[in-house]
Each structure stands twice: as structure tokens, then as C-alpha cells.
């Protein structure tokens, strides 16, 4: 399909590991958003990458949580030393060119659970 | 700071009922505001968005209309169905460098027949 998509759709991780998840943006759009979505928190934005330009990190809520986009393309949303509050699903989205007036397309999310 | 209140849920209808979802927003300048829709087992996808002050955006029978006066964009529909059992999710795109989409908590519908 065309649409965004993640890997893995669902992980369990042991509290104090690491942790990659994985965005495949629409092709094409060069604006791509991480997002987490937890009880009690709602939809909170995380990273911003837009093309080649420094990315938005203002979102990301500790230093264990870091962000790369290679060649402007695949993002890995890493979060290392993993806690029981990072448990969250965590939404990657894309746009065409990330301005404030266009539709951001979600993918399906991983679903993160640590124990 | 900037935020969006949306209506606590669960809402419960029955079918054929009229829907409203109060949604305000707080921030600078002209965002863009959006209604994003998550249905059981699926990802998160947009319903309706309108751009600047006054626009009506419409989708599948649901309608919001962005008023900056009031810093609102409710979303309504004439008559619900079962299908329409979802959550719903107000947000805004700010301008500037970062488009970032900041949510409301969202609304758990509920449709019964």
C-alpha cells in the first residue's frame, strides 16, 4: 500500500533496555512527525524532520529518547534505558511538505509495553 | 501555553440523533484546525479540517466550522449511525517552523440502534 507504515506493530521490552522503532513515510512527503499516544496523556507530539533541516526535538520528553531520518526518508525512533512510563503506542505520520495546512497521514502505531 | 479542550466522553446516542463535539483551542496567531477520527482497531485519520476563519470543512456528514472569534471548530453531525462509533480527536497546526498537530484528549462515541 501507499500509506505509512511501522515496524513492529507491537513490542514488549524489559524495563532498563533499549528500544527502535520504525516509520516508512508516504513516498515522497518530506515532512514526517512522531507522536505518543498514552492513557492519560492524550496524543503528544515528539519530533519534527522536514527535508534537510535541523529537526524539531522540542516534543521529546527525556534525553533517552533520540530520533534520526535517513536519507530523508525511513525514520528509528530510538528510546534507550527503557521505563514503565515510556509504555505508550507510539504514531508516526507524514506529510507532503510540512506546512501547518496540510493532512498529516498516520500510521498504524507501535504499541510499546514495558514491563 | 497553546492546547485544545475538547468535551469529555464517553458520548452515547442513538441512531439518528444529532451529534455535537465542543471543541476550543488556545493559540497565537491562525492555525489550521483539524478533526481526526479513530475507529475501532484502526489508525488515526483525518475527518475535516478548515484553514482559516470562517471556512466550513465537511466530511462524511460530520461539519465544523472554524470561528475565531471564539476560538472553536465543533464538530456536528445530523444524524449518527452505528458506523460512526469512533474516537474523535479536535487539533490545530500552528504556523511557523514546526507544524506540529497539538490534540485535545479526544471524544469516545459511543452509537447504539
Known amino acids: 500500500g501507499a500509506g505509512v507504515s511501522q515496524s513492529p506493530s507491537n513490542k514488549v521490552t524489559e524495563k532498563g533496555k533499549d528500544v527502535e522503532l520504525r516509520c516508512d513515510p508516504i513516498?515522497?512527503?518530506?515532512?514526517l512527525y512522531w507522536y505518543r499516544q498514552s492513557l492519560g496523556q492524550g496524543l503528544e507530539f515528539l519530533i519534527y524532520?522536514?527535508?534537510?533541516?535541523?529537526?524539531?526535538k522540542s516534543g521529546l520528553p527525556s534525553d533517552r529518547f533520540s530520533a534520526e531520518r535517513t536519507g530523508g526518508s525511513v525514520s528509528t525512533l530510538t528510546i534507550q534505558r527503557t521505563q514503565q512510563e515510556d509504555s505508550a503506542v507510539y504514531l508516526c505520520?507524514?506529510?507532503?511538505?510540512?506546512?501547518?495546512?496540510?493532512?498529516?497521514?498516520f500510521g498504524p502505531g507501535t504499541r510499546l509495553l514495558v514491563l | 501555553g497553546d492546547s485544545v479542550t475538547q468535551m469529555e466522553g464517553p458520548v452515547t446516542l442513538s441512531e439518528e440523533a444529532f451529534l455535537t463535539i465542543n471543541c476550543t483551542y488556545t493559540?497565537?496567531?491562525?492555525?489550521?484546525l483539524f478533526w481526526y477520527v479513530q475507529y475501532p482497531g484502526e489508525g488515526l485519520q483525518l475527518l475535516l479540517k478548515?484553514?482559516?476563519?470562517?471556512d466550513k470543512g465537511s466530511n462524511k456528514g460530520f461539519e465544523a466550522t472554524y470561528r475565531k472569534e471564539t476560538t472553536s471548530f465543533h464538530l456536528e453531525k445530523g444524524s449518527v449511525q452505528v458506523s460512526d462509533s469512533a474516537v474523535y480527536f479536535c487539533?490545530?497546526?500552528?504556523?511557523?517552523?514546526?507544524?506540529?498537530?497539538?490534540f485535545g484528549t479526544g471524544t469516545r462515541l459511543q452509537v447504539t440502534l
Open positions: 524532520f522536514q527535508g534537510n533541516s535541523a529537526p524539531d
Open positions: 513516498s515522497g512527503h518530506t515532512a
Open positions: 478548515a484553514t482559516k476563519a470562517d
Open positions: 487539533a490545530f497546526g500552528q504556523g511557523g517552523t514546526a507544524s506540529k498537530l497539538t
Open positions: 493559540a497565537t496567531g491562525y492555525p489550521s
Open positions: 505520520a507524514s506529510s507532503a511538505a510540512g506546512t501547518h495546512q496540510e493532512t498529516q497521514y
